[in-house]
C-alpha cells in the first residue's frame, strides 16, 4: 500500500493533554510520525491549551492544530470523538496517530469507527516498505511480533505503546505555524458527566499494617455468624480477616483473605477462628507475634503455631471473650 | 508447523523439525510450540527411568551437549510386599530389566531439552494453552490460545487479552495424557473406533532428601502388593538419584471398583511400609505431584492422523505400561510426526491420506517393536518371560505391577461399584504426622502449585446436581477422593444438605477427575496459561 496521499499533512498525530499541560508521551508519537517520512500535523484540543500548542510548535513538524471548545474544558469520549472527527473530516489526514494512553483506549475504538476505519492498537514499531506501511505489534505478552498492514481507504488510525518511541528522538527546531480548527460540538450530545480525576482507590484495608487481627475460618459455618467475629474484632480494636474458603464463598472481600494466595502478615495479634491451620494459611500468618487459635479439633494443626489454644465451640468461647473484654 | 504441549513428544517433534528439515525453498520450517506452564519443563512429573534410545536417535551426541542424563541404573529390585514383609522377586524378569538405562528428572531433561530447541530456532511460548482447535470444515487449521484476564464471575479484567487464533499447515498434539486438545479431536473423528478403550492409571510421587547411604545412586526399586487388594492394578517405585535425592511414587490403575478408594492414601500406605519408611526415615520430603498415565497399550491407540493434524506420546497413549516407561516413545512419536508432517509440507498436501505416512512409521519403527509384542501382557508372561520360580505367585502377580489380565474392554470408569451398605470396603484413614506422612492439602503446597484465583473454575461440572443427589448414594462422591489435591470438596449447603465446592486453584492438572468420575460430567479445560504446578526436580 503506498503512503495515503492527501491534499493536507497525510499524518496526523493527537496530542494528550490535561488542564492544559501537554502528556510528555505525545512527544514520542511525534517521534513516530516524524520516523514514517511525510508531513505532520500535530493536534491539540481542550480549552486553555494556547500554552500546550505552543510547546508542540517547536517540534519540527508542519503544522500544530488548535481544537478549542467549551464543551471539550473537562475529558468526555463523547465531546473528543465529536471534536476529532469533525477535525478528521477536514484534514482528511491518511493516518491518525495516538499514543497509547488509558485516554487513548477509552475514545479511540469509537473514533475510528465513527470515521469508518480502523483501529490498530498498541503498535511498537511502524516501518514503511515498498509494499507500504506495516505496523509491529506485540502478541503472546511480547514474545511474538505480528505485522500488520492496514487495508482499505482509511483513514488509518494506530496507537502506539509507550515507550516504543523515545521521546527525545522528536526532532525539534522548526518554528511550526500554529491554526486554530473551527470545530464546535453540541454540549447536548455528550453522554457522559466528568467527574473529579479517578485516583486510583487505596485498598480499603491495608492487613499488613494492621496491629491485630482476628481470622475467621470455615468454622464459623454461615455468613449470618459473621458479625460475631466482627464483634470481637471490635472489642480487640481489630481488623477482620480470614482462611480462603470465606473468600471464596464471598462472605469476606478477597483482600481479607490470609495465606499463600492472600496476603502474608505479621500482627502483634492473630485470632483465628474455626481455622485448621493448612500450610498454605500458616504460611501468611506464622510471623504474628502473638497467635491465639480457637477450635473444636484438639489435633487441628493451627494448634502447632499457636501460643494460645483454646479447645472449643468458637460459638461458645467468642461471646464469652467479647464478654469478659466489655468487662 | 505448530506444536501443542511442550513434553518429551512436543519438543522431540520440535527439534526434529528445525534440525534436520529444510522446508520447501531450503528454509527450515516455521515452528512454534504452545505450552500451559509458565516455563518449559514445569508441568512435567515422571518417574523417571530413561531408556536413552530416543534421545540417542533424536541428537547423537546428547552426551556432550550436557543432558542431565547422568546416572545409569545400578541395581534393579522388584519386592512383593505383605502389609509388614517384602518379598524379593530372586530374578528380575527380562522386560523389567533396567540394565543401559538411567535414573532422571524429567523436568530437568525437558528443561534443558528446550533449551535446545530454541537455540535450534524454535519459539517456545510458554505460559499458553491451547484452549479449542480450529476447523475448516473437517480440517484442522490451528489453535485457539485461552483468553486471559477474566475473573471468576466470566467478567473481563483491567488485564484482558483475548485468545489468539494460530493457524498451521500442520498442528502437532503432543498435550500429554488425557489432552484436551486431543480428547475434542477424538470425539469429533471418533478416532477410537474400533480400538480398545483407553485405560489409566494415576502417579502421585514426592521427592525426598534422604540421609547419606540409603540407596545408591542408580538404584530401582518396583514393588507390587501391599496395600492394593489382589485384584487391583498398581504398584509403588523408588528411584535414586545423587546426593541423596530419592523419587517415591505409587502407581494406581483408574478402573479400581471401590469407590471408597483414595489414591494419595494408599500412596501414603506404601510409606508406611517397612521398606519404604526404612529408606524415608530422617529424610525430608521436598517435592509433590501427580499426574495419570495411559496404560491401555497397542490396542487402545487411537488414529492418530487427521486432515491438519497429528497426535503423539501420551497424548495417543504411546506408553510401554510393562516397563512403565513412556518418554522414549513420546520421543520416538515426535521423530515419527515431524518427518511425516515435513513429507506433508513439501508435497504440499496435509491431508489425512498424506499424513497416514506417520503411522506407517510407527508400524515400521521401534514403537510397534515395543509395543506389540506386549500388546496383551498376560501372554507374553504365559509365554516363558517370567521364571519358573514365580509361578506360584502368579495368581498374587496378575493383579499387581503393570501386568493387567485380562485387557480391560470397558473405561476404567465404568468398573467403579456402587457403594454397598453403609461404608465402602476402604480401610481407615491412614494417620498423618506430617513426617512420613500428609494430607492431601499440605502435600500440594510442595506442588508449588499457583493460579490466579480469580479467574472461572476450569474444572467444568455439567449437572452439580448429580453429585448432592445420584452420585452421594450411589458412590459417595468420589471425586472427593480420587483428586490427589482435594479440590471437590463437599460442603454444607445453606438451606441443608451438600453442595460440591470446587477448589479449582488446587489443581495438579493430573487428569484424573476427567478420566475416573463416574458420569463422565467433569471436563478438565486448561486454566489461564502459567497456571497449574511447579516442578521441580520430578
Ligand atoms: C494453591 C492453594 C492456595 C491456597 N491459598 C490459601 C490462602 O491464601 N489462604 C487460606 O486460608 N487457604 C488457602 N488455601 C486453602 C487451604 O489449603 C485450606 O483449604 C484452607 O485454609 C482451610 O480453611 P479453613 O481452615 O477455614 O477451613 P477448614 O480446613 O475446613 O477448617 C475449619 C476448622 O474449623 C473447626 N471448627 C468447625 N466448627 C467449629 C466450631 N463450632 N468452633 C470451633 N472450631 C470449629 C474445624 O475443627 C476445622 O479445624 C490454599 C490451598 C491451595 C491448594
Ligand atoms: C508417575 C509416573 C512415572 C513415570 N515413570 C516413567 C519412567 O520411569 N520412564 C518413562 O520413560 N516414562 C515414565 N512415565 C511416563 C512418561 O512420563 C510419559 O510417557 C511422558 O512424559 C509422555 O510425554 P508427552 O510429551 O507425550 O506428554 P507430557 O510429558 O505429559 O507433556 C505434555 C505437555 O503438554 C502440555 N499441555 C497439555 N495440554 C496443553 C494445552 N492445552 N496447551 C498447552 N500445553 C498443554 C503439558 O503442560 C505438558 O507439558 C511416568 C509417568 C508417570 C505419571
Ligand atoms: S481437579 Fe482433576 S486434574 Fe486437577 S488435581 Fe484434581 S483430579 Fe487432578
Request: contains cysteine.
Amino acid at each position: 500500500m503506498p503512503m495515503p496521499s492527501s491534499d493536507r499533512a497525510p499524518v496526523l498525530v493527537i496530542a494528550e493533554q490535561r488542564a492544559g499541560n501537554l502528556n510528555p508521551v505525545t512527544w514520542e508519537t511525534v517521534a513516530a510520525a516524524q520516523a514514517l517520512g511525510g508531513a505532520v500535523a500535530v493536534a491539540v484540543a481542550g480549552t486553555g491549551i494556547a500554552g500546550a500548542a505552543a510547546e508542540l510548535a517547536a517540534a519540527d513538524v508542519a503544522e500544530v492544530l488548535v481544537l478549542e471548545d467549551p464543551a471539550l474544558e473537562s475529558y468526555t469520549p463523547d465531546g473528543h470523538i465529536a471534536a476529532l472527527a469533525s477535525l478528521v473530516e477536514q484534514e482528511r489526514p491518511g493516518l491518525v496517530l495516538f499514543p497509547h494512553t488509558y485516554q487513548t483506549r477509552d475514545y479511540a475504538p469509537a473514533l475510528a469507527n465513527r470515521l469508518g476505519g480502523v483501529l490498530i492498537p498498541d503498535c511498537v514499531g511502524a516501518e514503511v516498505r515498498d509494499a507500504g506501511l506495516v505496523l509491529l505489534r506485540p502478541m503472546f505478552q511480547g514474545k511474538f511480533v505480528a505485522e500488520v498492514a492496514p487495508a482499505g481507504p482509511g483513514p488509518h488510525c494506530i496507537s502506539f505503546q509507550i515507550g516504543a518511541w523515545r521521546a527525545d528522538a522528536a526532532a525539534r527546531g522548526g518554528a511550526a505555524a500554529t491554526r486554530t480548527v473551527p470545530v464546535s460540538v453540541d454540549g447536548s450530545t455528550i453522554r457522559q458527566r466528568p467527574e473529579a480525576p479517578f485516583q486510583e482507590a487505596k485498598q480499603a484495608v491495608d492487613l499488613t499494617q494492621a496491629e491485630r487481627i482476628v481470622a475467621v475460618g470455615r468454622g464459623i459455618k454461615g455468613q449470618e455468624h459473621l458479625p460475631l467475629v466482627q464483634e470481637l474484632a471490635r472489642a480487640l480494636g481489630a481488623e477482620v480477616a480470614a482462611s480462603r474458603p470465606i473468600c471464596d464463598s464471598g462472605w469476606l472481600p478477597m483482600d481479607r483473605q490470609i495465606g499463600s494466595s492472600g496476603q502474608t502478615v505479621s500482627p502483634k495479634l492473630y485470632v483465628a477462628l474455626g481455622i485448621s491451620g493448612a500450610i498454605q494459611h500458616l504460611v501468611g500468618m506464622k510471623g504474628s507475634r502473638t497467635i491465639v487459635a480457637v477450635n473444636k479439633d484438639a489435633d487441628a494443626p493451627i494448634f502447632e503455631v499457636a501460643d494460645y489454644g483454646i479447645v472449643g465451640d468458637l460459638f461458645e468461647v467468642v461471646p464469652a471473650l467479647v464478654a469478659a473484654l466489655g468487662e | 508447523m505448530l506444536i501443542v504441549g511442550g513434553g518429551p513428544a512436543g519438543l522431540a517433534a520440535a527439534y526434529r523439525l528445525a534440525t534436520r528439515h529444510r522446508g520447501p525453498g531450503g528454509d527450515p520450517p516455521v515452528v512454534a510450540v504452545l505450552e500451559k506452564s509458565r516455563e518449559a519443563g514445569a508441568h512435567m512429573l515422571s518417574g523417571a527411568v530413561l531408556d536413552p534410545s530416543a534421545l540417542t536417535d533424536l541428537m547423537p551426541d546428547w552426551r556432550s551437549r550436557g543432558a542431565p542424563v547422568e546416572v545409569p541404573v545400578t541395581e534393579d529390585r522388584i519386592y512383593f510386599l505383605t502389609e509388614r514383609r517384602r518379598i524379593p522377586f530372586p530374578v528380575t524378569p527380562p522386560p523389567l530389566r533396567n540394565h543401559g538405562n538411567y535414573v532422571i528428572s524429567l523436568n530437568r531433561l525437558v528443561r534443558w531439552l528446550a533449551g535446545q530447541v530454541e537455540a535450534a530456532g524454535v519459539d517456545i511460548f510458554a505460559g499458553f494453552a491451547g484452549a479449542e482447535l480450529l476447523y475448516e470444515g473437517d480440517r484442522v487449521v490451528g489453535v485457539r490460545t485461552g483468553d486471559r484476564g477474566i475473573d471468576r464471575e466470566g467478567n473481563r479484567k483491567a488485564t484482558f487479552e483475548p485468545g489468539v487464533d494460530i493457524r498451521a499447515q500442520v498442528t502437532v498434539l503432543a498435550d500429554g495424557v488425557r489432552g484436551n486438545l486431543t480428547k475434542s479431536l477424538v470425539e469429533r473423528f471418533r478416532l477410537d473406533g474400533g480400538r480398545l478403550p483407553q485405560v489409566y492409571a494415576v502417579g502421585i510421587k514426592e521427592l525426598w532428601d534422604v540421609p547419606a547411604g540409603r540407596l545408591p545412586a542408580g538404584a530401582v526399586i518396583h514393588t507390587l502388593g501391599y496395600p492394593l487388594p489382589h485384584e487391583q492394578f498398581g504398584g509403588g517405585f523408588l528411584y535414586a538419584l545423587p546426593d541423596g535425592a530419592l523419587s517415591v511414587g505409587f502407581v494406581a490403575g483408574l478402573d479400581y471398583r471401590d469407590p471408597g478408594f483414595d489414591p494419595h492414601s494408599a500412596f501414603q500406605r506404601f510409606k508406611r511400609h517397612p521398606l519404604v519408611a526404612g529408606l524415608l526415615a530422617g529424610g525430608e520430603m521436598v517435592r509433590y505431584g501427580a499426574k495419570a498415565l495411559p496404560e491401555g497399550g497397542w490396542h487402545a491407540i487411537p488414529r492418530c492422523h487427521v486432515d491438519g493434524a497429528l497426535i503423539v506420546g501420551d497424548a495417543a497413549g504411546f506408553l510401554n505400561s510393562m516397563r512403565l516407561k513412556g518418554i522414549h516413545l513420546a520421543m520416538q512419536s515426535g521423530i515419527a510426526a515431524a518427518d511425516a508432517a515435513l513429507d506433508a509440507l513439501e508435497a504440499w498436501d496435509t491431508s489425512a491420506e498424506r499424513l497416514a505416512r506417520y503411522a506407517a512409521l510407527v508400524e515400521s519403527g521401534p514403537i510397534r517393536r515395543e509395543l506389540h509384542p506386549v500388546r496383551n501382557v498376560h501372554q507374553a508372561f504365559a509365554g516363558g518371560l517370567l521364571p519358573g520360580l514365580l509361578y506360584s505367585g502368579l495368581s498374587l502377580v496378575t493383579g499387581g505391577w503393570w501386568i493387567r489380565d485380562p485387557m480391560p474392554a470397558h473405561p476404567g470408569h465404568q468398573r467403579m461399584q456402587h457403594v454397598r451398605g453403609e461404608r465402602s470396603a476402604a480401610p481407615d484413614a491412614v494417620p498423618v504426622d506430617r513426617r512420613l506422612t500428609f494430607d492431601k492439602l499440605t502435600n500440594v503446597h510442595y506442588s508449588g502449585t499457583r493460579h490466579d484465583e480469580d479467574q472461572p473454575s476450569h474444572l467444568l461440572v455439567q449437572d452439580t446436581d448429580v453429585c448432592r443427589t445420584r452420585c452421594r448414594e450411589e458412590y459417595g462422591n468420589p471425586c472427593t477422593r480420587f483428586c490427589p489435591a482435594a479440590v471437590y470438596e463437599m460442603v454444607d449447603a445453606r438451606g441443608g444438605g451438600k453442595r460440591l465446592q470446587i477448589n479449582a486453584s488446587n489443581c495438579v492438572h493430573c487428569k484424573t477427575c476427567d478420566i475416573m468420575d463416574p458420569y463422565q460430567i467433569i471436563d478438565w479445560v486448561p486454566p489461564e496459561g502459567g497456571g497449574g504446578p511447579r516442578y521441580e526436580g520430578m
